[in-house]
């Protein structure tokens, strides 16, 4: 089966603090790792993968499959970084990259100034 | 950019009533998904569709549920007889090169 943690439900921190948001993931097979965010009166929208270990918008994830983690960081929080911030595992749907995605719960940021 | 649209953004219906919620996929995308959110809990998957038909469904998925591309454009989530549980968000996602687009949902409310 397959499972996302994301533990805090709330983070704050203030402008220009470092932050991160939790990941854990329980999955047997080869795990796919995203985070998706979603700003106020928006849509959901992908954030980063793993696959692409790029940086979006100052954030980095590294998957640690020994800790079956893949957590969020920024090392200097912005106020437009206030958001909803979901991380999710893809299955692999027949050897292809198009299975569900199962989310976590996700984490309320808020960036004080 | 083109995005995935959803009709209608509210639908409030009563107990026992058909309702359909339509989503229009982003063109040249061929995996198309509606995943649900109760109000404080997690985004679900429930259905991914595929080549005109279902490619996978969850437990949620029940058979007051059904999905479909009628005119291959919209693709919709019919619920046959809706129940208060019913009551939630509805994002329609369609996927290309491994990333799901989402649309903006439909909020459906079950009275």
């Not at chain 2, 919209?74 to 687009?101: G, H, P, V």
Request: aromatic share 14%.
């Amino acid at each position: 089966a397959q499972r996302v943690t994301q533990p805090e439900k709330l983070l704050s921190v203030f402008k220009g603090a470092p932050v991160e948001l939790k990941c854990n993931y329980s999955y047997s097979g080869s795990p796919e790792l995203f985070w998706y965010v979603q700003y106020s009166r928006q849509r959901l929208q992908l954030l980063l993968r793993h696959i692409s270990r790029e940086s979006i918008k100052g954030f980095t994830a590294d998957l640690n499959k020994g800790e079956t983690s893949f957590h969020l960081k920024k090392p200097f929080a912005q106020e437009e970084d206030s958001a909803m911030y979901y991380c999710a595992l893809g299955a692999d749907a027949g050897g292809t990259s198009y299975g569900k995605l199962t989310f976590g719960q996700g984490t309320i940021l808020t960036v004080h100034p | 950019e083109p995005e995935v649209t959803q009709t209608p953004s509210h639908q409030v219906t009563q107990m026992g009533q058909e309702v359909i919620l339509r989503c229009v996929p982003i063109s040249n995308h061929l995996y198309f998904y509606w995943y649900r959110q109760i109000l404080g809990q997690k985004v679900e998957f429930l259905v991914s569709f595929y080549n005109n038909e279902i490619s996978e469904k969850s437990e949620i998925f029940d058979d007051q549920f059904s999905v479909e591309r009628p005119d291959g454009s919209n693709f919709t989530l019919k619920i046959r007889s809706t129940k208060l549980e019913d009551s939630a968000m509805y994002f329609c996602a369609t996927n290309r090169d491994y990333e799901q687009y989402f649309g903006p949902g439909t909020r459906l409310t079950v009275t």
